[in-house]
């Protein structure tokens, strides 16, 4: 590392800079006025460089905070060398690096000897921004207008004067405008704050210093990462996955598909290959997915070092125009934290083939937000009740993955609130809160569990909307380890359970007093055979209900006596036995495309049907493939008369997937799941 | 009347004498024992030559329960929970605090699930009853419990901050049931709304109960083997104190004991001297406390948390950080330079105190620099050897290319200073105070070696420097009064309200209060009340106390008075409707307490001085006056750089700053204008 400045200096230069950063956080609780910002931290700070790279932040949430520098990055093209003193530039547009539209961003040049040096940045959810219905959320958009209003990168101050013109268009296009403009004033504040920092920082170490000490952090974070890259062997490694999407009510599965190159001490991720995008809200910008690649490989190869942006620098990444993962108008991005956490799921896939011992199973996989809507019995007010049930944690090498806890790319959001809180606040009474068991996918480290609460309605009828992944495809295991329980939602009426016609999505639906809304978020997915997991540690997961005594002899093969204590005997014989009985196939190669779908595309297991009968599969079964490599692929069997009767069909893609040649044997797992693709919702179903 | 006051610390035990007949204050430092903490404390007692048959109080800061909490070494815990929620402590809030690692896992819970027994009950938000208590799954409990070892068990049921009986009743069949066991239920531990907060605080308490009360048994038994005979009190963390009998039942209130003594020693001494915004900078051999004064009003929070778990007990709000003078500095895989979290402790302590450790720790970097004197006897016993600092600050020159052992020693000092920097302003810019409108208070053994280079990064000009800045702790313990605190819900919305019922609600919560601390021998003239209320706007989740004034009807200006403290405190106030969410009510006993007599020490400064030394400041060797604290002259005033060593710690004015010797003996330290 070549650089003239002294290593405590520096070492007080970039602390100072991280100080700036939350300081202006602190500012922002203090200030704001939208729940989400003040309660569940639902907002990010940064400071970035004219190069538009960040270059400091603290707690702040990865998944607002990493597609940042686009936004700086097309802020910094708009206006070129127009940029000047007492600028404030304002930006939501998903396409241009934005995330969704209620994520709204303001960027604060600050000059020092007229020359501009740093752009503090502040992002922050806003409680509604326009759109087809309250909060600007809708699972039903089609297209973006519907989502509300977008703002390119624009001056809301030009050198120290508001546009009222904005101020305008932003008042007359947004519900509860007075506490728009509340939390604009915090985030103005906020940069406000920031930039005397900055300039009390200049002056005391001087330009040049605090440049050079901003250059090398960035190099030296740069040059840790490159070091992790280059420990991993070269090659490139692919995966898929899927986001959950109904096509007018019928269930079309979206296909999330990366190869990720290790080329020495770079990274390169290529979205080739996956699902155009959809009329629906499961698109999202690359600035979006590379967030995913990025908390990814983070986590994984380097956890806990510094955040910046040299991190970044050896990742570059490639997608197919207007597709799910690089979005373009006028499609809607709404669900684009779902994007990014596929993301995650499909990084996991590929890093599990280079370092299995740095990864975890999938992870829980969605943000699960749920909202009900109505009025205070007795009150001319209306409540707005929100919570995103955190689910389980993927098993890794050294251990259980921890239950109903925040995924890594969530930053540190409370997902829920105490019980107390919520029944003195609004007319509920929780009935349950407790973890699901047999919720966690089984492993030789176990996945974690996901939480099943239960909320009975004690007022006025009311309306519920849920917004949710992983409803139907559940979290995957890893090197054998099993998928978790996926995300679940019904509604208890009287003695009526009434499911949704669309797993895990519905909008406005009514629910009648008394009705007992049951959420249960999914769990996370095992990691190794669950077949080699410590008898004893499975013991213990009975004794303490995480797992039932019939999973823990289907799953793990673990015999009890009656005392809970193992049976060594039976448990012995058991696991011989379920090993004999899994069904292993050949593999033959077809290259014709495995993917089908209406605007998706989901991959086919073409299965000739006495074949599949043999294995006990039927038309549209979901099923996974294991093979050598560490994460599963899945795929739906579609019967096929021309098939062979002794083999399945892979392409080259899938096999790669599961590192296997033609004429290798690989195993078959089922999945029991709620919905087929392209069926709709046949059980009861409760009206929209 | 005689009394002592010990505390407890993570290197040394510190204990303070004083005789309110005489005035003489005594003072003493013995080595910490952390496997027995009794023998350090009556160490350093006996250290003071203290007549305990002649002592009327004995005051204690403990770590016992805090340092169970962190050595996860408590009891184990039971706990009887409504229906529905066995799994309230292991969802805690699904928040993740440590960023970009995919292995963290969640805090553990002290409770495990199948030691979880649920009852069916349940009270509502208004208190009342939706499902009575089923006493036959309450008793098929107790026996349950019966066939284990005596332990410790919690009951936590919902919404009890409201309506209590349920739990009440379930704590007393345990009770009845379960002799030896140590029973508490959460809304008398503390009845406030949030479960997880409640029952954590709860659980904390049954956790630390059983340790607590084997030490306190065994400290008052010394004692009065000893021949003590007065009553036996212990620091809590709001920065009171109470009766042994007290803490031994609720030691959750003390687990932030030992810093809330120092704290309630600067405001002491800030009374005294007219200084009312202080900044507490307490740096010992382990960690360091820093806490922000303004007005002389002690700073007390209830939403802390202890090692992950949250602890919602009235606390003195104080940033720790973990770093002290026993602090390891150690070079990261990419060259970076770190102090800390790891700290060589009291075994086997920094390298130079020639106990076998190895590694370069602060004190071993200010006995490179020759800012501590290798002469130095700290506690009385623990000499320093300059060659084994040097030797282990040299690893750091070998990991790192360009640095020689005065540099990186410098570099060591330096970064510790950053990180005080950065806690400091945690609690000051922060929370919008600016730190140069505040005066740096230093003491424990290691804050005055650092606090001028602390208030210089921070661009403050002004350091106190209390005298045995080593003991001000335990001085703090005799300077403290005897304090409860109570606290219920009570909710009420401001704008349709009827305050007429608030004062005999106060009313009722002072006279319970009155008569606890009656009965624990307070007199009752002794006895005065401090009100408060929990407040916030409509719509927000987190309440802000309110102190009540106490002039008649005060509940009438709650209002004004919530939005000015709003204001003040958060930058901000709103037209919102406010409500009122608990009041509050802390019963104040007062003690006498220890007078600080004048410095009466004559002479020339020449007189003080020890020696000239050869020391480091700024990278540059320098030669600088070393005096002696005890023989400094009234008023007497001398530049930087110099070093002023006394029992317990010394103090490094740097080449900028100006000392003076102040009228209760205190230095106060200036910076010289640039």
């Given amino acids: 590392m070549n650089t003239t400045v002294d290593p405590i200096t520096l070492e007080v230069v970039c602390e100072g800079l991280i100080a700036i950063v939350r300081e202006m956080r602190a500012s922002i609780i203090r200030a704001s006025y939208s729940p989400a910002i003040y309660e569940l931290d639902d907002f990010s700070c940064a400071l970035f460089s004219t190069a538009a790279e960040m270059v400091a932040q603290s707690e702040d949430h990865p998944g607002h905070v990493m597609p940042m520098p686009w936004s700086v990055r097309c802020a910094m093209a708009d206006f070129e060398n127009d940029i000047r003193p007492g600028d404030i530039i304002i930006l939501n547009d998903p396409y241009r690096g934005g995330t969704h539209l209620n994520d709204v961003t303001l960027l604060y040049p600050v000059f020092v000897e007229d020359k501009l040096m740093l752009l503090p940045a502040v992002r922050a959810h806003w409680a509604d921004v326009g759109g087809m219905t309250p909060g600007s959320y809708s699972g039903l958009s089609t297209n973006i207008y519907q989502e509300g209003l977008r703002m390119p990168p624009i001056k809301l101050y030009e050198g120290g004067r508001l546009n009222h013109a904005i101020m305008k268009l932003i008042e007359c296009n947004m519900r509860l405008p007075e506490h728009r403009l509340g939390d604009m004033n915090a985030m103005i504040g906020a940069c406000r704050i920031a930039e005397q920092r900055v300039h009390r920082l200049f002056e005391k170490y001087g330009l040049s210093e605090v440049l050079e000490c901003i250059a090398t952090n960035l190099d030296r974070s740069e040059a840790r990462m490159r070091e992790r890259i280059r420990a991993l062997p070269n090659g490139t490694y692919v995966y898929e996955d899927y986001l959950e999407y109904y096509d007018e009510g019928r269930f079309d599965p979206v296909l999330v598909r990366l190869s990720l190159s290790v080329r020495d001490d770079e990274i390169i991720a290529d979205f080739e290959g996956s699902n155009p995008q959809v009329p629906g809200v499961v698109n999202s910008s690359l600035a979006v997915a590379g967030a995913g690649v990025f908390v990814a490989l983070k986590s994984t190869l380097d956890p806990g070092g510094a955040v910046n942006h040299g991190a970044f620098r050896p990742i570059r990444l490639r997608a197919p125009e207007a597709s799910v993962v690089d979005v373009r108008p006028d499609a809607p991005a709404g669900a684009h934290g779902e994007v990014r956490k596929r993301v995650v799921s499909v990084m996991l896939g590929c890093l599990s083939q280079i370092a299995p011992e740095l990864v975890s199973g999938d992870l829980s996989g969605t943000s699960f937000p749920n909202s009900i809507g109505g009025m205070l019995t007795g009150r001319n007010r209306s409540y707005v009740y929100i919570e995103v049930p955190a689910g389980g944690n993927g098993g890794f090498l050294e251990a259980d993955g921890s239950s109903a806890f925040v995924n890594v790319d969530f930053g540190n959001i409370r997902s829920i609130h105490t019980a107390e809180f919520l029944e003195s606040e609004m007319p509920f009474v929780v009935e349950r809160c407790e973890l699901r068991t047999d919720s966690g996918g089984a492993g030789r480290t176990r996945g974690g569990l996901g939480m099943r609460r239960e909320l009975r309605l004690l007022g006025e009828e009311a309306t519920y909307s849920v917004l949710s992944d992983r409803a139907v495809i559940p979290p995957f295991g890893i090197c054998g380890g099993a998928s978790a329980a996926p995300v679940s939602v019904s509604i208890l009426d009287g003695s009526r359970e009434i499911a949704l016609a669309t797993p895990g999505k519905a909008t406005g639906l009514v629910i009648r007093k008394d009705a007992v809304v049951v959420m249960q978020s999914a769990g996370g997915g095992g990691y190794g055979d669950p077949l080699s997991r410590d008898p004893r540690l499975v013991a213990s997961d009975v004794s303490a209900g995480y797992v039932s005594p019939q999973r823990a002899q289907s799953d793990y093969g673990v015999m009890l006596n009656e005392d809970d204590s193992v049976n060594e005997r039976g448990t012995a014989d058991l696991r011989r036995q379920i090993a004999a009985d899994m069904s292993a196939l050949n593999i033959v190669a077809d290259e014709t495309s495995p993917y089908e779908g209406i605007k998706g595309r989901h991959r086919v297991l073409r299965m000739e049907p006495g074949l599949a009968a043999k294995h006990g599969l039927r038309t549209n079964q979901l099923v996974e493939i294991l093979g050598r490599h560490p994460a599963p692929l899945r795929a739906w069997v579609k019967l096929d008369q021309s098939a062979q009767p002794d083999a399945i069909p892979v392409d080259a893609f899938g096999r790669r997937v599961l590192g296997v040649e033609p004429g290798q044997r690989v195993r078959l797992r089922k999945l029991d799941t709620l919905i087929e693709p392209g069926e709709r919702q046949v059980l009861p179903v409760a009206r929209q | ?674």
């Fill in chain 2, 1 to 674: 009347m005689q009394m002592v006051g010990v505390d407890v610390g993570g290197t040394f035990t510190d204990a303070v004498y004083y005789d309110d007949q005489s005035g003489e204050l005594r003072w003493a430092k013995a080595p910490s024992t952390p496997a027995d903490p009794a023998q350090g404390v009556l160490a350093a007692v006996g250290r003071n030559n203290v007549e305990l048959g002649s002592t009327d109080r004995f005051v204690h800061g403990v770590t016992i329960g805090t340092n169970a909490i962190l050595e996860r070494r408590g009891a184990p815990v039971w706990m009887l929970t409504t229906r529905g929620f066995r799994d309230t402590l292991e969802i805690a809030r699904t928040n993740r605090t440590t960023l970009y690692d995919i292995k963290t896992l969640k805090q553990t819970p002290l409770v495990p699930r199948q030691r979880v027994i649920e009852i069916e009950e349940r009270v509502m938000a208004d208190g009342a009853v939706l499902r009575p208590l089923d006493s036959a799954q309450v008793l098929a409990a107790a026996e349950r419990l019966t066939g284990e070892a005596p332990a410790a068990v919690t009951v936590c049921f919902l919404h009890s901050y409201v309506n209590a009986k349920h739990e009440e009743m379930t704590a007393k069949r345990l009770r009845e049931h379960l002799p030896g066991w140590f029973v508490c239920h959460s809304a008398e531990v503390l009845p406030e709304m949030r479960e997880y907060e409640r029952f954590n605080t709860a659980i904390l308490n049954a956790y630390i109960g059983p340790i607590t009360k084997r030490y306190l048994d065994a400290l008052t038994k010394s004692l009065r083997r000893q021949g003590y005979r007065g009553a036996v009190y212990l620091m809590t963390s709001s920065g009171g104190i109470v009766t042994a009998a007290r803490a031994a039942r609720f030691p959750v209130h003390t687990v932030l004991s030992g810093p809330a003594g120092g704290v309630a020693a600067a405001i002491h001494l800030g009374q005294l001297l007219g200084t009312r915004n202080l900044i507490t900078y307490d740096m010992g051999g382990t960690s360091t406390d820093v806490c922000l004064i303004e007005d002389l009003v002690t700073p007390v929070t209830s939403e802390q948390f202890i090692d992950g778990l949250p602890i919602r007990t009235p606390q003195i709000e104080i940033n720790t950080v973990g770093a002290g003078g026993g602090s390891i500095a150690w070079v990261d895989s990419g060259s970076i330079l770190k102090v800390g979290p790891r700290s060589a402790g009291a075994v086997p302590g920094p390298a130079c105190y020639s106990q076998g450790g190895e590694e370069p720790t602060v004190t071993d970097a200010n006995l490179a620099l020759r800012r501590l004197s290798p002469m130095l006897k700290l506690a009385g016993s623990v000499s320093l050897n300059e060659n084994l600092a040097e030797k282990a600050v040299s690893r750091i020159v070998k990991a790192i290319s360009g640095l020689d052992v005065p540099r990186a020693a410098d570099g060591i000092i330096r970064i510790a200073v950053a990180r005080m920097v950065s806690a400091i302003k945690e609690i000051s810019v922060a929370r919008g105070h600016d730190p140069r409108d505040f005066v740096l208070t230093a003491f424990g053994g290691a804050g005055p070696m650092h606090a001028a280079f602390i208030a210089e990064e921070l661009e403050m000009s002004h350091v106190l420097i209390p005298l045995r800045p080593g003991n001000f702790c335990a001085f703090g313990a005799l300077i403290s009064d005897i304090r409860h605190d109570h606290v219920r819900t009570y909710r009420l919305a401001l704008d349709s309200a009827d305050l007429s019922n608030i004062e005999p609600s106060f009313a009722r919560m002072e006279e319970d209060a009155r008569s606890v601390m009656i009965d624990e021998g307070m007199p009752p003239e002794r006895i005065t009340m401090v009100r408060g209320a929990g407040m916030r706007y409509l719509g927000q989740s987190w309440d802000l106390i309110v102190r009540l004034p106490d002039w008649a009807d005060a509940v009438r200006d709650l209002e004004r008075l919530f939005h000015e403290t709003h204001e003040q405190r958060f930058g901000y106030r709103a037209a919102d409707p406010v409500e009122i969410v608990s009041l509050r009510v802390s019963a104040i006993g007062q003690v006498t307490k220890p007078e600080l007599g004048g410095w009466s020490i004559e002479g020339t400064l020449e007189s003080a001085l020890r020696e000239t030394r050869s020391a480091y400041f700024s990278g540059k060797e320098m030669s600088v006056p070393v005096y002696l604290r005890d023989r400094l002259p009234g008023h007497a005033r001398f530049d930087g750089p110099a070093i002023v060593e006394e029992m317990g710690s010394v103090t490094i004015v740097p080449p900028s700053w100006r000392a003076e010797v102040g009228r209760l003996g205190e230095l106060q330290l200036k910076r010289k204008e640039p």
